[in-house]
């Protein structure tokens, strides 16, 4: 039996850290505390970069471990954190509600999907679940910034929700830019 001690590796604090920051965004989400929560989203994308970025560099020991807990650090980091930063900002009617479920569940299946079957090289199949974790918070403050109204705001996020869903559990190509 292998101890956390012989499977954690540098890449794996680093993915740890990022789920963190997902994790900090859902308080923060549900404290209304959306500037915070969104930025704690923004840093999400930026550990899931990195953390791929060092295994790579490091020659990771154990790649099996690192992709289980990149993939569920992502569904936390980029399906509910933004699910619940929807909620947080105002997305609580029974509707919105179903959306957001589907939205993870979505992300689940898209997460799933990418471990066992096989893409063709430079291209992954459905968007990406990190997509997310940049997407809204950009959207949230730039809406802000042009002072969108709260409704005409919810409703696009609820828009963004819905075919965020259907692009994670297309079969579309998306080539990798990174």
Known sequence: MRTFRE??????????????SGLLSIFFSLANKLDA??????????????????????????????????????????????ALFGYGLGLRSPLGIAVMIIFILSGLLRLA???????????????????NGYVLPIFYFVA???????????????VWFIFSSALMVSSIRWKKVI
Do not use: H
Request: charged share 20%.
């Open 7 to 20: 499977l954690l590796a540098l890449p794996d604090f680093v993915t740890l850290a990022g789920t963190t």
């Open 144 to 158: 802000k910034f042009l002072s969108i109204p709260l409704n005409l705001l919810l409703s696009l996020f609820f």
């Open 37 to 82: 929560a969104a930025v704690l989203l923004l840093l999400c994308p930026i550990f899931d970069w990195v953390d791929g970025r060092v295994a790579r560099m490091t020659g990771r020991r154990d790649a099996a471990f690192g992709e289980e807990l990149d993939n569920l650090s992502d569904l936390l980091s980029f399906g509910v954190a933004p």
């Open 113 to 131: 999907r990418f471990r066992v079957v096989g893409v063709e090289k430079g291209y992954y199949q459905g968007m990406t679940v990190p997509t």
